[in-house]
């Protein structure tokens, strides 16, 4: 990224995934995103009839960005948990 000249790379993990690859890639926790179904908004599969049945389990994400424009950091893990915090 740094080398392309990437200012803003965006990526998305579970809550109770750590993400130990984005922090060893310094990439920033930014905040969470509430789950829903992988079938609204961009990703409507209404065009594909019969050929999509959801299979992923609705869970809130880690938002994670990476370069010069990335936002401060806005959650945290929290070990007793085993999952993302946003920050108060």
């Known amino acids: ?28 926790p930014v905040g969470l995103t509430v789950g829903r179904q992988h079938d609204t908004g961009n990703r409507d599969r ?23 424009e990335a936002h401060p950091v806005g959650a945290y893990w929290n070990p007793e948990h085993s999952r993302w915090v946003s920050l108060p």
């Open 1 to 28: 990224m740094d080398a392309a000249g990437v200012r803003l790379g965006i990526s998305y993990t579970r809550v109770d995934e750590r993400g130990s690859c984005y922090l060893a890639a310094n990439w920033i």
């Open 46 to 68: 209404a065009w594909l009839p019969g050929f999509y049945e959801p299979s992923t389990e609705i869970i809130d994400r880690v938002r994670w960005e990476r370069g010069s």
